[in-house]
């Protein structure tokens, strides 16, 4: 059964600072994997999806990579800003997503 | 507009009674899914559905039951045998080859 853990639990960094979000899966059979925000009591917004096939994808100052051989993946946030301050998801599958439990990440002004 | 809509935001409930979460879409998605999710925990999928007329159960899909009439509505009811209801409920839909799900706004269900 797929497996997918988040390193750390939960990440404080100084606002324009660099970072880097990590997401480790199990099984390395995987459809895509998916990339979340999610904000206090809120639903989840999508952010980057990476097909099987591919190896990353960009949007903004977001990009992620995904090496399957590893079972893992990372989401690289650029400049942050207190405004990126939230919970971040990774999730592997197809239809039927599995989830970590998130990084809770806090940018400070 | 186009999204995912769940009503209502907040839901209250007596130990016993059985109740119903709605979850709408207006994007044309053909899958729709459920999932739960509890502080600390990661979402854990209840019941997800490809096509209209025809759903399979997740991963704690006991004590719940769904149904999907119209492919713009999943509605999820939370039954009574459900021993831990209270929780956050999240609906989301995908459509395409490379299922991408959109999640709704969810509902908090509190049961006393």
């Known amino acids: 059964k797929q497996e997918v853990t988040q390193i750390p639990a939960a990440l404080s960094v100084p606002e324009g600072e660099n970072l880097v979000l990590n997401c480790s899966f199990t099984?390395?059979?995987?459809?895509?994997l998916q990339w979340f925000r999610q904000d206090p009591g809120k639903g989840l917004t999508s952010l980057l999806l990476?097909?099987?096939?591919?190896r990353e994808q960009t949007s903004g100052r977001l990009n992620a990579s995904l090496d399957k051989s590893s079972g893992r993946s990372t989401l690289y946030i650029a400049a942050s800003q207190p405004g990126d301050s939230a919970t971040y998801l990774c999730?592997?599958?197809?239809?039927?997503?599995?989830f970590g439990k998130g990084t809770k990440l806090s940018v400070i002004p | 507009d186009g999204g995912i809509t769940q009503s209502p935001k907040y839901l209250f409930r007596k130990e016993g009674q059985n109740v119903t979460l709605s979850c709408e879409q207006n994007?044309?998605?053909?899958?729709m899914y459920w999932y739960r999710q509890d502080p600390g925990q990661g979402l854990r999928l209840i019941y997800y559905s490809q096509i209209v007329n025809d759903f399979q159960k997740g991963d704690i899909a006991e004590g719940y039951s769904v149904s999907r009439e119209k492919k713009e509505s999943f509605p999820l009811t939370v039954t009574s045998a459900q021993k831990n209801p209270t929780a956050f409920y999240l609906c989301a839909s995908s459509v395409g080859t490379d299922h991408e799900q959109y999640f709704g706004p969810g509902t908090r269900l509190t049961v006393t």
């Open positions: 990476i097909q099987s096939s591919q």
């Open positions: 099984d390395s059979a995987i459809y895509n």
């Open positions: 999730a592997a599958g197809s239809y039927q997503l599995t």
């Open positions: 994007l044309n998605h053909d899958a």
